[in-house]
């Protein structure tokens, strides 16, 4: 089934171009209610990488959700050049089922070269191939957290700490989140995909430890969450077939929103991406 769902990501991230500003992409055959927003960001994201004359890296990408998507029908891309020079590109893409306009993502490039360079450093974990899978951690939960359990799993999961189902369980908390992912498979050997597998990755599990900071856990609790905006900025170039490691935490969360945080690490403790999302998130207490 994994490989399954790896090959239905790469296809859904294979978009059809229609013409030099236009791009269709399809929904994979497992869904939520809504399409699912690291999809939509990452479709987008290849779109305005394929849009590029020339090869120039990511910078950022920044996303604000306007509309849920209809998970029955094709999402169409349209791309708008803002910038094109040597070094710099910068794009906007409108993602719309029909008159509706679901998402507007701006992306920028830049092939900066050599400067200054620091970084946090990666948090001390177990490394993830002495870790349990998603598998072995969704045993036993699946009444629980079905929306997990039925999800597309197209990335491997390792959790270097409890998730939220099973923190819950054993009445903790839990104020950050540090998990290994990767694709569930070997991608081909183009740094757009690899780089929209990261942002497809960046929306799981970063609205976490807003949750797991008081105690909560999905489908134990009543919780309704969804996306406002997210951004991604990317530090280094990524091969994500190999392990990196996505730390969360969040800083606030207030008047029904909140916010999560994020940096994805190689397994060298190289920071490749920043990830900053918020979310409206209401509890219901009283289940």
């Known amino acids: 089934m994994a490989a399954a769902d790896f090959h239905e990501l790469l296809a859904v991230l294979d978009l059809h171009r229609v013409d030099d500003a236009t791009f269709v992409g399809r929904h994979p055959s497992k869904n939520p209610i809504r399409t699912f927003g690291g999809q939509m960001m990452a479709q987008?994201?290849?779109a305005a990488g394929r849009s590029l004359d020339v090869p120039?890296?990511?910078s950022a990408l920044s996303a604000h959700f306007i509309a849920g998507g209809d998970p029955t029908r094709d999402l169409e891309f349209h791309v708008h050049r803002l910038r094109d020079e040597r070094r710099f590109a910068n794009r906007r893409v409108d993602v719309r089922q029909g008159d509706l306009l679901l998402t507007t993502a701006l992306v920028s490039f830049m092939n900066g070269g050599r400067g200054l360079e620091h970084a946090v450093e990666a948090p001390p974990v177990p490394g993830p191939d002495s870790l349990p899978t998603i598998d072995d951690l969704l045993r036993g939960y699946e009444k629980t957290v079905p929306h997990f359990?039925?999800?597309l799993r197209p990335i491997e999961w390792r959790y270097t700490n409890d998730p939220a189902w099973v923190m819950?369980?054993?009445g903790e908390r839990l104020d950050y989140n540090q998990v290994w992912l990767?694709?569930?498979?070997?991608?081909?050997?183009d740094p757009v995909l690899h780089t929209a597998a990261l942002v497809y990755s960046s929306d799981t599990t970063v609205l976490d430890s807003i949750i797991t900071t008081h105690g909560l856990s999905w489908g134990h609790d009543r919780i309704f969450a969804v996306t406002m905006d997210h951004s991604v900025w990317f530090h280094r170039p990524v091969r994500?077939?190999?392990w990196?490691?996505?730390?969360?935490t969040s800083p606030v969360a207030a008047e029904s929103r909140g916010l999560g945080t994020g940096h994805f690490f190689d397994r060298s403790g190289a920071l490749l991406a920043t990830v900053v999302q918020e979310g409206v998130v209401k509890y219901f207490p009283g289940r």
């Open 44 to 46: 987008a994201f290849v």
């Open 56 to 58: 120039i890296a990511p």
């Open 149 to 151: 359990v039925e999800a």
């Open 168 to 170: 819950r369980d054993k």
């Open 182 to 189: 990767k694709a569930d498979g070997t991608m081909p050997d």
């Open 240 to 242: 994500f077939d190999e």
């Open 244 to 248: 990196v490691l996505y730390s969360t």
